[in-house]
């Protein structure tokens, strides 16, 4: 299924931004969810990861303290709240779906995910 993130813009350093994830005309399932992001040159990197079962099973070194995963209960939005952003955190964010978090870790090709979404860009900026 096609999923869709929202929510990027530019903020200034120490700024807080939300995105959102939604899988279009349904629920996210009964699957892991989380987020991914890429910055200009850099290789894309996991930053959280939702298991079906609503536990934090994944999250990158980088956010951690300052980012945080969540759905709503109806499993129809997943949420990045992203706070005290840094320059470093610009990118493109993507939200992904799987059967578990593991491919959170390590470098995996998008197309050995269960779904992959168009990404929506994050730049921290004064």
């Known amino acids: 299924f096609q999923l869709q993130a929202s929510g990027g813009g530019l903020v200034q350093p120490g700024g807080s931004l939300r995105l959102s994830c939604t899988r279009s005309g349904s629920t996210l399932g009964h699957l892991a969810v989380g987020w991914f992001r890429q910055a200009p040159g850099k290789e894309r990197e996991g930053v959280l990861c939702?298991?079906?079962?609503?536990?934090?099973?994944y999250t990158g070194d980088s956010v951690k303290g300052r980012f945080a995963i969540s759905r709503d209960a109806y499993k129809r939005v997943l949420y990045l709240q992203m706070n005290d952003l840094k320059p470093e955190d610009t990118g493109v964010y993507y939200c992904a779906a799987d059967i578990w978090c593991d491919r959170w870790r390590g470098s995996h090709s998008t197309a050995d995910f269960h779904s992959w979404g168009q990404g929506t860009q994050v730049t921290v900026s004064s």
């Open positions: 939702l298991s079906s079962r609503g536990f934090v099973e």
